[in-house]
């Protein structure tokens, strides 16, 4: 069963901020949140992923709250080439046999 | 550049028959591979653990009989979906574990279609 939930769909302007929001409140002390993006018919692409600090790459920013029970991907300057559906992964397993477990993720469009 | 390539994109079959999917390394060595199957406007779900040496971990609900898994080196995994049926149509993606292990590289995919 997945461990994330998250919005079916959003809208962003271009330029614009665009905040995805991601549900985990089972998540456990040792399991990682990750984002991936897939956009139509390709095989997903990494994003980012964080314990339970804030991280930001070129990409984008990972806010996780303090419970560890939600995050927020963070894409700063969103243009038409996010459009894709974005992943919230929780990381389960021990080393040498982790997996992820894919929730439904949501469906970003950047509106120009 | 791309980590991971799979073989063929896609593929069409008639229903009876059996096809196989490879999945490919480039870049260095895989213990392990992932193989997902994705429906259309579903996400991803694993279908089973490939390991290279030894057999493959199933998923539960996922028939090992149906699906066979071959990892034959460390830079090769395939995936045969025997006796295809319509109900097997559906978008196979490969992964492979990052070097340390904190991501995954997933390939192009290959997309099914039984006739």
Known sequence: ?112 | GAVVSQHPSRVICKSGTSVKIECRSLDFQATTMFWYRQFPKQSLMLMATSNEGSKATYEQGVEKDKFLINHASLTLSTLTVTSAHPEDSSFYICSIPGQGAYEQYFGPGTRLTVT
């Open chain 1, 1 to 112: 069963d997945a461990k994330t939930t998250q919005p079916t769909s959003m809208d962003c302007a271009e330029g614009r901020a665009a905040n995805l929001p991601c549900n985990h409140s089972t998540i456990s002390g040792n399991e990682y949140v990750y984002w991936y993006r897939q956009i139509h018919s390709q095989g997903p692409q990494y994003i980012i992923h964080g314990l339970k600090n804030n991280e930001t790459n070129e990409m984008a920013s990972l806010i996780i709250t303090e419970d560890r029970k939600s995050s927020t991907l963070i894409l700063p300057h969103a243009t038409l080439r996010d459009t894709a559906v974005y992943y919230c992964i929780v990381r389960v397993g021990t080393s040498g046999t982790y997996k992820y477990i894919f929730g439904t993720g949501t469906r970003l469009k950047v509106l120009a």
